[in-house]
């Protein structure tokens, strides 16, 4: 087997070697692990380790299937709720982080000069003014000539 392996893979190739010596654990710890890694139910996996370990183990391939699972679960929950604590750790010291972090508004300015506001004024009273001319230049009829539209949109181009 390879020198980097996971705890179940080191814990599995140790009991192969320990019921028979001349197998081959690169092969059976990764069909064995393969199976087990799929997202099939627990009985599908037991029933498809059960079938290669009886052409191995024809004595006691029940047993072995059972204590293999069962490590394998015992292994791998202890990674998934660690897994699980990490990401609600990570949760919390985000929120912390967002609650204690000073979130600036933008204030409008309000101290105008008089003649800012004066500007202010009367930019709106034309926008407001054209806007009230644009309106009494429309046609009635929704379905207007297009002539006129074009002589609208050139009027309103030269302002």
């Not at 190739?13 to 890694?37: H, Q, R, W």
């Not at 204690?100 to 202010?120: A, F, G, M, T």
């Not at 046609?139 to 309103?156: L, R, V």
Request: charged share 35%; glycine share 4%; proline share 4%.
């Amino acid at each position: 087997m390879a020198t980097s392996q996971q705890p179940f893979e080191e814990w599995l190739c140790a009991k192969l070697l320990s019921l028979d010596p001349e197998i081959d654990t690169d092969v059976f710890v990764m069909y064995i692990n393969g199976i087990l890694d799929t997202d099939d139910p627990s009985d599908e996996k037991k029933e498809s380790m059960s079938e290669i370990l009886s052409e191995v183990f024809p004595d006691n391939f029940s047993d072995v299937c059972a204590e293999v699972y069962n490590k394998y679960e015992e292994i791998n929950g202890l990674a998934a709720s660690k897994d699980d604590s990490d990401s609600e750790n990570l949760a919390k010291q985000l929120s912390n982080m967002l609650e204690n972090q000073k979130i600036e508004s933008v204030k409008p300015k309000e101290n105008l000069s008089k003649e800012e506001k004066e500007r202010k004024a009367a930019i709106l009273a034309q926008y407001g003014h054209v806007s009230d001319e644009e309106d009494d230049d429309r046609p009635d009829d929704p379905g207007g000539d297009s002539q006129d539209s074009c002589i609208f949109f050139m009027k309103s181009s030269q302002t």
